[in-house]
């Protein structure tokens, strides 16, 4: 049995980069309109990376010794540890080549390229060599002996090819490179800017045991990050293996656990799992809101690095949402009449011919949308509507726009009266804007919309629903928008140039004043899902066909409610949180449940203040997070396993969550 706890005894790095540990991959040099472009090649994946922004990693698997034969003795006495990532291809560790392929040849004088080595930084020696075809090694960069005008690799324009990447001990390097070359065009030499690629090589693991008393000991090693270590112990030579305790993940950083002693004698080691691929951590920020404090914190996925209360807010988020790619997060701080938005640094862009992959610190932009009362917030397409409450502004924001101009950018405004109400984005820029209380509030002190009518761009109603009493919740697939009614759900559709709408009735088994009053939608589905509620009794989930006009009752778990619900990014499956503290997995076409994780989280007991001190939760990577705002933590859920993966401690009451990162598939993130 694990006695005692796994302990980190350092911080794990919170810039980490992104690592590449299987695979195809090159580093890559091209010159083009008199500039060079030293950067990797991800070819897997097809993505590029700067040279620093990104890690290449010799695992476990590049481990061997310095050969016997005395052709090799550069690298070191024979038998001495050596790491490599070899010049042949092995499904265990990175392939690693040179390329040139966007070099068009009679650019330079004999189509020749040099790589030269600058600087090594890093615990050991470096070495890149090949190996003829008679088994000579072929020596290009020898840091062992100086750095010098003789290390240096040559390359031919439009050529790839691969080398042996060696080095003498295990940790982190920075190996700086220029290419250069003399151009056929006025014969004049061209050199690059310095570029410094990092590697990371597998350290040995060496488990140490000491005593911690009469009845424990106290076994440690330093692991490395993303790989999985299993504890085993046997009492006699002869016998088989026996885990101890649970798998762990390495941080990195010296870990430690905790075992009972007994008087027999006892061997231990350790199994070292290192399959290269999920273990590194997933590449995304979580953005964490409080239930009641103005602060924002922030989980970095990759490393599982919490940064507690990292951004003052104006005030506590009221919502707090991600934009439709997963780069920007907007968080809605009602009380201070402010949405400010963070530029989430992980994104990918599209250079025609190849994808760039870039990860940047996440960053507070300068840009906000100011106005009195903030409330609902919608991203769906390319667009965030923020609807403000009491003045009747929708703000518009564009986020190929934004991503391009940042704090330049200017958003759109509408103007749709006074009124508590939502704006959805429909396709073709136009916006299904809530539509107000004409005697709001002159002769009524009710300021819920009415209906919902169709704007352009310019403000224009281009198409009007009026009928809607007490309109409340409100979500959109792309070509419909629908809203929640007192005696039903109006749905708004649009055809090209010309729209329907009709109201889905509630079902006689849905008593008054039980209504929908949240819902959600999804570009792959026509039909939504909605949670019916009531001055903080609930109703249950239904099923909404426009299709068909039917509402129908989708069975949960138990007589608990739900507190919170989201389709995966794919909209396959819908999650459902339970106030149980369970989570289901629906079938997001049928709404039948698929799988239950249980005691996923704190039972929920405060359901006031419109579920303001609710769990979240969302969806991206593979991967499901929700909160626990009673439990003070967040969890990961690996959803082909459906398990908890990890845990993360965050202080206070975390409710609201936003995943930023490059997300799979779209996903339309509606009202609270």
């Not at 101890?244 to 656990?257: H, K, L, N, Q, R």
């Not at 290269?276 to 989980?299: K, N, P, Q, W, Y």
Request: hydrophobic share 40%; aromatic share 6%.
């Amino acid at each position: 049995m694990l006695l005692g706890a796994l302990a980190a005894a350092g911080t794990p790095d919170a810039n980490a980069q992104p690592v590449l540990t299987h695979g195809h991959v090159d580093v890559g040099i091209a010159y083009e309109a008199g500039a060079w472009d030293l950067h990797v090649h991800d070819e897997g994946a097809d993505l590029e990376y700067a040279p620093d922004a990104v890690v290449l990693r010799a695992g476990h698997a590049s481990r061997t010794e310095v050969p016997g034969d005395t052709r090799y003795r550069f690298l070191g006495q024979p038998g001495s540890p050596l790491w490599i990532l070899p010049e042949t291809a092995n499904d265990d560790l990175l392939f690693l080549g040179l390329g040139a392929e966007e070099i068009e040849s009679g650019t330079f004088a004999d189509d020749q390229i040099r790589l030269s080595l600058v600087a090594v930084h890093g615990p050991g020696n470096f070495f890149l060599y090949t190996t003829d075809p008679f088994g000579n090694p072929v020596v290009a960069m020898n840091s062992a002996d100086g750095i010098d005008a003789t290390d240096r690799h040559t390359l031919l324009a439009g050529s790839h090819s691969h080398a042996n990447w060696a080095f003498t001990a295990p940790g982190a390097y920075h190996v700086v490179v220029q290419a250069s070359g003399v151009l056929v065009d006025g014969g004049a030499e061209t050199t690059s800017e310095p570029a410094e690629y990092h590697f990371r090589v597998a350290p040995e693991t060496r488990l140490q045991v000491a005593e911690t008393g009469a009845s424990s000991l106290r076994l440690t090693w330093t692991s490395e990050a993303g790989v999985h270590y299993q504890l085993q112990q046997r009492h006699d030579s002869g016998e088989g293996w026996e885990d101890v305790g649970s798998e762990v993940e390495g941080t990195g950083s010296p870990m430690e656990i905790q075992v009972p002693t007994d008087q027999a004698m006892s061997w231990f080691r350790l199994e070292i799992h290192d399959d290269g691929h999920a273990t590194e951590g997933f590449l995304g920020r979580l953005l964490v809101a409080d239930a009641e404090e103005a602060h924002l914190s922030v989980i970095d996925l990759e490393t599982g690095a919490v940064h507690q209360d990292e951004f003052e807010l104006t005030a506590r988020a009221s919502s707090l949402r991600a934009s439709p790619s997963g780069r920007f997060g907007f968080t809605v701080e009602t009380d201070g009449d402010l949405v400010q938005i963070f530029d989430g640094g992980i994104y990918v862009e599209d250079h025609g011919d190849h994808l760039h992959a870039y990860e940047k610190p996440l960053s507070k932009l300068a840009l906000s949308l100011a106005g009195a009362g903030p409330v609902h917030i919608v991203s769906r397409g390319e667009w965030i509507a923020v609807h403000h409450d009491g003045v009747g502004k929708v703000s518009l924001v564009h986020e190929p726009q934004l991503a391009a101009l940042g704090d330049a950018y200017e958003p759109r405004e509408l103007f749709a009266g006074l009124q508590h109400g939502a704006a959805v984005p429909l396709d073709g820029d136009r916006f299904a804007v809530t539509m107000a209380n004409p005697d709001y509030p002159a002769t009524s002190g009710n300021p819920l919309p009415i209906g919902a009518a169709v704007h352009d761009l310019e403000g224009n109603i281009i198409h009007a629903a009026p009928g809607c009493q007490l309109l409340h919740g409100e979500a959109g697939n792309g070509h419909t928008a629908a809203f929640g009614c007192a005696d039903g759900v109006l749905v708004i559709e649009a055809h090209d140039d010309h729209f329907h709408d009709a109201l889905v009735p509630n079902p006689e088994t849905l008593a008054a004043p039980l209504r929908i009053g949240e819902l959600r939608g999804h570009d792959a589905h026509a039909h939504y899902f909605g949670h019916a509620t009531a001055e903080g009794a609930s109703g249950g989930l239904f099923l909404i066909s426009p299709e068909a006009g039917t509402m129908t009752p989708v069975p949960t778990a138990g007589d608990s409610r739900p507190v919170a619900f989201e389709f995966t990014p794919d909209g396959h499956e819908l999650l459902v949180v339970l106030a149980s503290g369970d989570l289901l997995e629906l079938d997001a076409v049928s709404g039948s449940v698929v799988r239950t994780l249980p005691g996923v989280i704190t039972p929920v007991t405060n359901h006031a203040n419109h579920g303001q001190h609710h769990p979240a939760v969302t969806a991206g990577m593979g991967m499901a997070y929700v909160s626990d705002p009673a439990g003070e933590r967040i969890v990961e859920i690996d959803l082909a396993a459906f398990a908890i993966e990890r845990t993360f401690h965050v202080h206070g009451l975390p409710a609201k969550l936003a995943l930023l990162g490059v997300l799979q598939g779209g996903t339309d993130h509606d009202h609270d």
